[in-house]
């Protein structure tokens, strides 16, 4: 299976080529050269990198559509964590933008790691946004652990249910519990065939874990058009039939170790687009391969046709028009 990469490959490239460039040993015959680009990521995140002032001092700014929410659920504390006085403050992001990051060519590490590090960390700004709903859910399961027992018998209450409405018609839902961490995907297929195929790759979502060797994974839950229970009362939920339901359970072994918890992270907030893409690739496929079997059955009527002496040979390539028609019905299912 291929899976997309967590970081954004324009950031990545384009700072390593100014590193190349400014970073000591310098090569003195080259000129630091303006930037300015404007490119996207997933889920229509906009990102503009451009050098206002000087020409070595980047400044990468970020619009994502669900901020909002992010800075409810601490953002700003996650960004400010992992890129210090790198981050602008608030009243200082570009207009325009949600959150801008500065950086001085000059002044970055000398060593090579250090300037790999750095790139990838900013490549990854996307990433460490959406993950402020998931850090404050898997803290807020540790202080629900650690309280007692109710004395009446009753079960212990919830944590806030985290909404991150992140594209149209579509969010992500996080919840707390004592003893779990649970995590809501709601997805829109656009065509029926691609309902189909979510439905028969999630079956196997749920069908996998009871192998032996993935015991310990999430569990995963999928439901087609209900709800799940959690966020049933959500009034902002789309009521159509073209909706589907993914819920992953997070137990405290996929989060309590740091490591494991940033990899949970990064590989949890990819999913709806892994499984998209997979959908995708899935179609080109079966379409590759129905069109290479009517160009087979071409070949045979071909080879099966009488031929008369004197007249004009003929092809069936040239009526592919009534095999198309008959391509396109398959396809359409």
């Known amino acids: ?13 384009t700072l390593t080529d100014k590193f190349e460039k400014h970073v000591p040993p310098v090569n003195l015959a080259i000129t630091p050269s303006a930037l300015d680009v404007q490119f996207v990521d997933f889920d229509g995140v906009r990102y503009h990198m451009w050098t206002p002032e000087k ?13 909002d929410e992010l800075a409810k659920y601490g953002a700003w504390d996650v960004l400010g964590k992992e890129y210090g006085a790198y981050l602008k403050p608030p ?8 959150v801008s990051l500065e950086l001085d060519i000059e002044q970055a590490p000398n ?25 404050k859910a898997f803290q807020t399961q540790k202080q629900l652990d650690s309280l007692p027992d109710p004395t009446d018998g009753s079960a212990i209450p919830d944590g806030e249910l985290m ?42 979502f749920v069908d996998a874990r009871r192998l032996p060797t993935i015991q310990t994974a999430p569990q995963v839950l999928y439901s087609d058009r209900d709800p799940p229970p959690q966020i049933r009362d959500d009034p902002a939920l789309p009521k159509a039939e073209d909706v589907g339901y993914v819920t992953f ?46 160009a087979e059955f071409l070949k045979v ?33």
């Open 1 to 13: 299976m291929i899976l997309l990469e967590h970081g954004n490959a324009i950031i990545q490239k």
């Open 55 to 67: 020409k070595t001092v980047i400044l990468l700014s970020m619009n994502i559509r669900c901020w």
């Open 91 to 98: 009243a200082a992001a570009e207009p325009g933008y949600n």
């Open 111 to 135: 060593d090579a790691e250090g300037r790999d590090a750095l790139v990838k960390s900013f490549s990854l700004l996307r990433r460490h946004a959406l993950a402020a709903p998931f850090v």
């Open 163 to 204: 909404a991150i409405h992140y594209r149209d018609q579509e969010a992500i839902y996080v919840q707390a519990s004592h003893d779990r961490v649970t995590v809501i995907f709601s997805t829109v297929f656009q065509e029926e065939t691609d309902r189909i195929f979510g439905k028969v790759f999630l079956r196997e």
């Open 249 to 294: 359970i997070l137990f405290p072994r996929h989060f309590t170790n740091p490591i494991t918890a940033e990899a949970t992270i990064s590989h949890i907030q990819l999913f709806r687009d892994n499984l998209h893409y997979h959908i995708k690739c899935s179609k080109v496929y079966m379409h590759t391969r129905m069109r290479a079997g009517v």
């Open 301 to 333: 009527l071909n080879r099966a046709k009488v031929e008369v002496a004197g007249e004009p040979r003929t092809h069936f390539l040239n009526e592919v028009t009534s095999e198309t028609r008959y391509i396109v019905k398959v396809m359409q299912w």
